[in-house]
């Protein structure tokens, strides 16, 4: 290749992040005080990883999911959110660009499990209600379970199975980018691999960016590309596990390296994150 024709190739575009957030600063007031939660704190996530972030109790990882989903706005800096700001998103209505999963699920109780699917769609007011219900079905299947439970309430159904229907919610209007929050928190050992065997299957056949806030360390280690860990009111550290766990730093040795963090960390020695 001649100077001349290299000088005419056009550089590949790189693609936006999907979450950046920039010199964040989150306070709150509290009894006529100020409580900093976070302070200059930055994080960029990619299109197709799945995030995983750690930190201690208050400091405020269900706080930054939140303002990735544009329900609360930080004191200074900026949360952009798939090439927007995330504040936009939450007066647009950010169920057809970003699903959420909360941790308890959130089912509305009233509905049946079929109309809490549907219940964004619905929210729209454009579509008819026999493709609003045709949607709602493929998602209840999507996410492996049988149309015979799409009249059950949430009273009858399992925990597994309510994680499986907000799944399903979250994923009603195929948003590129899901926020998870807790998602194996309250399942049994059993239920909490087939779930993140489900979340694992799904990142892949979607296409989805993930964004998950976990405390339990199985899911994150099988689940995480990448993992970053909040504290000192900002991301210390974000890479793989290995990565992480290298870093020097009291809560990531609390949190990794103590008996329970040696347990889990044995998944390391025997596979590497399937996604």
Known sequence: ??????????????????????????????????????????????????????????????????????????????????????????????ASRVGMLFQHG???????????????LRELGTLPRDLIHDVAMVKLQMVGLDPSQAHKMPSDLSGGMVKRVALARALVMDPPLLLLDEPTAGLDPDSADEFCRLLRSLHQELGLTVVMVTHDLDTLFELSTRIAVVAEKKVIVSGTAREVMAYPHPFIRDFFLGERGQRATALLSETTPKV
Do not use: C, Y
Request: no cysteine.
């Open 106 to 120: 959130a089912l509305f109780s009233a509905f049946t499990v079929l109309e809490n699917i549907g219940f964004p």
């Open 1 to 94: 290749m001649t100077p001349e024709t290299a000088s005419t190739i056009t550089p590949a575009k790189v693609a936006a992040p999907v979450v950046q957030i920039d010199k964040l600063w989150s306070i709150f007031h509290t009894t006529g005080r100020e409580a900093v939660i976070h302070q200059d704190l930055d994080l960029t996530i990619s299109q197709g990883e799945m995030m995983s972030i750690v930190g201690g109790s208050g400091s405020g990882k269900t706080v930054l999911l939140r303002q990735m989903l544009g329900l609360e706005t930080p004191a200074r800096g900026q949360v952009t959110v798939l090439g927007e700001p995330a504040s936009q998103l939450g007066r647009e209505g950010a």
